[in-house]
């Protein structure tokens, strides 16, 4: 097969925070934890042929985009670990279908995967690549990962059984939804473990690069003959599948669409959190991709769009809000450093992540500010609004959305970008958030379960359910204790047989 793409001499992966090390796509995703206490980031980004990448279909899509970013691993590895990576989607041809619901206006749906959201857009091909990298080096990895909510089902299915994978995943309790939990907590693989915090998502992601970064935790598991990672945005091997999507959905607005050709710009509106899905989109508009605004909509955990709107970082006083979209329930977006890092160069980027750990708060110069807004649009939404929006979308498009994807309804109206075409990144399936789109549907839930008030609201809406949901209620709960974060150090070891 022919390559689509311009080749420029690059492929290695540097710190975002500077420092001697340049290592190649496989070590990056294999030891996530970069020199100076930084993520690993490509030191340079290739460019695409539009007109040739979009006649290809999805799988050899990913392929020229894993191959444009040097991933130094053999062609016909890639190809096996991408046909084999979407065979649980509703269609393995079109993982990310887009649906138009109005002129120009379409909905990039990300959820059509195992554990319906779009985490799986990422760590289904990612688990599969790094267990076929785990056997071909003859090494044992314990992948970790904390979760807001999605992530961690999507690692649990990922690497589920996996050969030469253990996954340990943390979540914070009573800080996803019903469904997430029971996602993590049914989950009956032998390679995995799953551990429930007492603190919230930030306090699981910190607890994670913790651990990556001690060296009595990595030596006493490579005692067992095992090596730590982790499945986390950090891993930028996540970032690399994600891009995938957005080139993908462009094509696929521009054949639907009757008022657009190849290389007309688009908005690209996507609810946030960690910011890895907005950083994937910010990359693929480096790539070659015409994005004019990548919009970032937030919950009431507002940090991100306060940062872009202001160019002040500020976690001082700042309280997380526990929301009806738990997935963005995040203060500490690590995927932000690797923007600052392309923008700014490792000195800086260094500089104000250190100022952020230190002092709880980073502010850019005027200059900075104006070079963030160039590319991003940013506003939030209330707990309010995203009820409306909920409502507001099925009456006035037959449209139904989780209350992810309504917090991206409301910052799009919000920033009033319709004169050209848009596409929301929807990145969760309505029947993770039942309670809240009986709310929202002003439906009686009382005295109802979990699997009766989706059915109830299935019917209200005539909205299906997937196989995959109910199946879930017949599986037992295994997975249920609940620890204070020092005592993940025990429960680690204790599941690598060490103690």
Known sequence: MSSNIVTMPFGLYVSTRGGEQKVMFTDAILNPAAENNGLYAPSELPEFDLE????????????????????????????DILHKSYVGFDNPENPAPVKMIAKDFAVCELYHGPTRAFKDMALQPFMNMFSKIAQAKNKNYMILA????????????????????????MYPDRGTSDVQKLQMTTQD?????????KGNFDDAQTKLKQLLRDEAIQKELARN??????????????????IVYHFWSYFQLVKQSDNMRLGDTFNSVIPSGNFGNALAAYYAKKMGLPIDKIIIATNQNDV??????????????RELVKTSSPAMDILRSSNVERVLFDLFGSERTKQLMEDLENEGVFYLEDSEIEVVQEVFLADSATEEEVLESIKDTYIEYNYVIDPHTANAFVVCKKVNTYDIPTIIYSTAEWTKF??????????DDEGLSEKEMIEKISSHLDAG???????????????????????????????????
């Not at 279909?57 to 053999?74: E, M, P, T």
């Not at 003959?225 to 994600?242: D, E, H, P, Y």
């Open 304 to 317: 991100l769009a306060d940062f872009i709107n202001s160019g002040i970082y500020e976690l001082n006083d």
């Open 52 to 79: 040739k990448l979009s006649k290809s279909n999805y799988i050899s899509l990913a392929f020229h985009v894993l191959q444009a970013l040097k991933i130094d691993q053999g062609n016909n590895l890639i190809f």
């Open 189 to 197: 693989a032998s390679n995995v473990k799953v551990i429930s915090i």
């Open 434 to 443: 039942s309670s809240v789109l009986a709310e929202a549907f002003e439906i």
């Open 225 to 242: 003959g095992t090596k730590l990672s982790a499945a986390n945005s950090v891993n930028f091997a996540r970032i690399a599948f994600q």
């Open 465 to 499: 359910i997937p196989t995959q949901i109910k199946e879930l209620f017949k599986k037992q709960e295994l997975h249920k204790k609940v620890v204070d974060t020092y005592g993940i150090d025990y429960q680690l070891l204790n599941f690598a047989g060490i103690t």
């Open 146 to 169: 904390a979760t807001s909510g999605d992530t961690g089902p999507a690692v649990l299915a990922g690497l589920a059984d996996k050969p030469n994978l253990k996954g340990f995943v």
